[in-house]
């Protein structure tokens, strides 16, 4: 399996598409940084803190760097003896440590330069921003690897690249939403109510990576639904992926 994932990454590395992501996406790092440059580090540490929404976005693009042509050399693996099973569980680690590349370097390279080169603010004020960048990561984790693992499957078991994207983003844009909205005229549910809450982070997990509610939940509840939302994520879309493309026809 570590081979595999190696070999998937390699191949990675040699797709053009993947250094103009990150060089776009470094961009938007780099001018996100330069406009709280009159800040303090803390100021920088909040907002950083506030963009845990970007991985939902990113998911799609970069789960295609590692699936996109799979469909062209997904027989020949096959033939040579692979069991899909590796093939589903070493395209999907590999795309989940290369959007972990990727947080590595954007997160990471602009808290070090506001690090470096921003004033600290008064003691202890730089350390509590970086305990909450890190409070918001580790809720975002779970989150982003459920968002990858739906899309991994996606991209597996449907050739169109186009269709799948266009699906993921209308389907958590606006059928989720609608799907809530219909629950709250059908069940009277509420947004006061834990349960609305809860309901709708299943639903729609990128919820609890949005910015109003990062300010307004920073307890261990709210790591327990990021956790339990994306592990549910995570194993709800690898067992259908499972099923379903071990009984795909591959052509």
């Known amino acids: 399996m570590l081979n595999y994932i190696k070999a998937e990454l390699w191949k990675v590395s040699r797709r053009r598409g993947l250094y103009v992501l990150l060089a776009l996406l470094a961009a938007c790092a780099a001018l996100f940084t330069a406009l709280y440059s009159q800040q303090n580090f803390a100021y920088l540490a909040q907002a950083v803190s506030a963009t845990m929404v970007v991985g939902f976005l990113a998911a799609p ?12 050399t997904l027989k020949n693996e096959l033939s040579f003896g692979l069991s899909r099973g590796r093939v589903y569980w070493g395209k999907l680690w590999a795309a989940l440590l290369l959007g972990a590349g990727f947080c590595l370097l954007l997160v990471g390279g602009s808290l070090l330069a506001g690090w470096l080169f921003m004033p600290h603010g008064r003691a202890g004020e730089a350390e509590a921003g970086l305990e909450l960048v890190g409070f918001c990561l580790a809720g975002a984790l779970p989150v982003w690897c459920g968002l990858f693992t739906a899309c991994h499957t996606l991209a597996l078991l449907v050739r ?41 982070a299943a639903l729609m997990p990128y919820s609890l990576l949005m910015p109003a509610v990062l300010t307004e939940w920073q307890t261990g509840q709210y790591q327990l639904w990021c956790w339990g939302v994306g592990l549910g994520w995570v194993a709800l879309g690898a067992g259908a992926g499972l099923i379903l493309f071990r009984r795909k026809n591959v052509r």
């Open 61 to 72: 693009l970069l789960v295609q760097l590692v699936d996109g042509g799979g469909a062209d």
């Open 160 to 200: 169109s690249t186009a269709t799948w994207v266009a699906g993921y983003y209308l389907t958590f844009f606006i059928g989720q939403p609608l799907l809530v909205f219909l629950a709250m005229l059908l069940f009277g549910m509420y947004e006061a109510t834990a349960g609305f809450s809860l309901f709708t």
